[in-house]
């Protein structure tokens, strides 16, 4: 498994990222995967980091993209598959398609977050009764694991 016991073996073997943040998204992983791999002062084992790939992808049939193949997904998957990884103890990092399903949000509704949304007499938003608890549960598990052992990439098309 390439880059599992040395990080900077994939790095130097991985294609240059094209994106304007190449440098932050790099740094990020970085971060992430040596978080990850080192043994914390509080005796705590690393975790083994497994990637996910969710959301339709889009692959260029050339190089000057004019012309490509695009498949389409939700990412109920890859997030279900994400939420049971992190339950598992590992750590995840999370590719996706923008738009696509997200880690904990599967089972929020799939209508624009307006929709389950109200404003109270004192014009204070808040979560729309008939769906407090889902979005609570939703919340509370992505709490749990957020910035601690879930990274987010969000994929593009060049």
């Not at 995967?33 to 690393?46: F, K, L, W």
């Not at 992190?86 to 999370?94: C, D, M, Q, T």
Request: hydrophobic content about 35%; proline content about 4%.
């Amino acid at each position: 498994m390439l880059g599992a016991e040395d990080p900077e073996s994939f790095f130097a073997t991985a294609p240059p990222l094209r994106d304007a943040d190449a440098d932050a998204v790099r740094t990020k992983l970085q971060e992430f995967i040596a978080r990850n791999s080192i043994i914390s002062a509080g005796g705590v084992d690393r975790r083994p980091i497994v990637c996910v790939t969710s959301g339709g992808t889009t692959v260029p049939l050339e190089q000057r993209c004019i012309r490509y193949i695009d498949n389409f997904s939700s990412g109920h998957r890859g997030a279900a598959s994400t939420e049971y990884i992190l339950k598992a103890g590992y750590a995840v990092i999370f590719l996706h398609r923008r738009g696509s399903c997200q880690p904990y949000c599967r089972f929020l509704p799939d209508d624009s977050f307006l929709k389950f949304l109200d404003v109270n007499e004192e014009s204070k938003v808040q979560v729309a009764e008939s769906h407090q608890t889902t979005v609570k549960e939703s919340i509370w598990h992505y709490c749990k694991v957020e910035h601690k052992i879930i990274h987010c990439l969000s994929k593009v098309a060049h």
